[in-house]
């Protein structure tokens, strides 16, 4: 992704126009594999070393904290499943920014959309179809895949036929989206059996997710939310239509200029990125919660494109991008209520990690040359 400006972009020290001062930003002809590698990785060291910081500047010890929040997150199977299924909507939303700023139609709506597919999966599972696990369960992914999908579909219109700006137009959305649920939850789908607390009707025992460790919260999701990023990636990498999104990604115009329809890969790519946010709002309401509520996502929409952007964009790396998020947050939890540290300081190693990614990228694709 081109997150930095067109180059040679020369950086002048205003105190001194000595040319031997002038730093320019070389577009480079190609990348190594060991630094685009590295980028995240350098990030991650990057957002430990700040986090370290701010452990010792709370006054307690960098590495009993560390061992802490690693053993919260990784040491044992409670921990690990609680990680793993706070990662499945993470992975799901972060492929969903992944596929869309490779297009460059950059999403913001990821959190609007999980709802429209928490809302469509609580329509269908919560009495209004009867039927076998074996088939209403496929039938809330799809009802939720669509969901998610045509709430991008005002988005990418826009954008297509006006020239609207996406960001705006997907971020508004997430406003509107909640406040449609609110009132689905306040009015017609609040379960007269929730003693007046703003929540729909349960999804029936046939829709619910089977989970995949007794007593624990880990569902089947995490295979959905694998097998969805392997297909994802052999979309890209091997199909006509992956080559398509990278060329849109790389130069809209030029791509446009050999044949590619550019319109109608967006659209195709809008309800992709749709779909998969519909999806985690399924796996949410349908093998976590098993109810609708307006605190169903704790802003995983968000998160999701820090995700996305610490996997460099690629579908393979969201999951790990997602495992890794997920464990930094389960683990903050377990190191605040042990040592007292403040929990915030998982919020700033995300953002001090996706900060450091940014940055690496621009130097992934431009070199400084004096």
């Known amino acids: 992704m081109n997150w930095a400006c067109e180059c ?14 002038l730093m320019q930003l070389e577009l480079r002809e190609s990348t190594p594999w060991w630094l685009s590698l590295s980028a995240p990785i350098i990030a991650i060291c990057l957002s430990l070393l700040l986090a370290s910081l701010l452990i010792v500047w709370a006054g307690e010890s960098v590495i009993e904290a560390f061992r802490t929040m690693a053993v919260g997150a990784f040491g044992s199977t409670f921990a690990l499943t609680e990680t793993l299924s706070r990662a499945i909507p993470l992975t799901l939303t972060g492929l969903a920014a992944a596929i ?11 959190e609007g959309q999980l709802y429209c597919g928490a809302l469509a999966a609580t329509l269908i599972g919560s009495g209004f179809l009867n039927l076998p696990s074996h088939l209403l369960i496929p039938l809330l992914f799809i009802a939720g895949a669509a969901a998610g999908g045509l709430a991008l579909l005002l988005p990418w219109f826009l954008k297509t036929r006006l ?13 509107i989206i909640l406040l449609l649920v609110s009132f689905a939850l306040e009015g017609p789908l609040r379960d007269p059996m929730s003693m007046g607390w703003p929540q729909a009707a349960p999804i ?14 880990l569902h089947a999701g995490a295979f959905f939310a694998l097998a969805a990023a392997v297909i994802l990636w052999l979309l890209l990498r091997y199909s006509v239509f992956g080559f398509s999104i990278k060329s849109l990604g790389l130069n809209s115009h030029a791509a446009e200029h050999a044949g590619i329809p550019a319109k109608r890969t967006l ?22 919660k098993g109810y609708l509520t307006l605190d169903l996502s704790p802003g995983f929409g968000y998160t999701g494109i820090a995700v996305a952007m610490l996997a460099n964009l690629h579908p393979l790396g969201v999951v790990l991008s997602a495992i890794f998020l997920a464990g930094v947050s389960v683990g903050a939890d377990s190191m605040g209520r042990a040592l007292g540290v403040p929990s915030y300081i998982a919020d700033i190693m995300v953002a001090s990690a996706v900060l450091s990614v940014l940055i690496g990228l621009m130097f992934t694709r431009y070199r400084i040359r004096h």
Request: proline share 7%.
């Open 8 to 21: 040679p972009v020369p950086l002048k020290n205003p105190q001194n126009h000595d040319q031997s001062l």
């Open 100 to 110: 869309a700023f490779r297009a460059r139609f950059y999403n913001i709506g990821a």
């Open 267 to 288: 659209l195709w790519v809008a309800l992709l990125s749709g779909a998969l946010a519909g999806c985690a709002g399924v796996s949410e309401v349908a093998g976590l």
């Open 163 to 175: 020239n609207v700006d996406e960001v705006v137009t997907t971020l508004l959305l997430n406003f």
């Open 204 to 217: 029936i025992d046939a829709g619910v997710l089977p989970a995949l460790v007794p007593r624990t919260r």
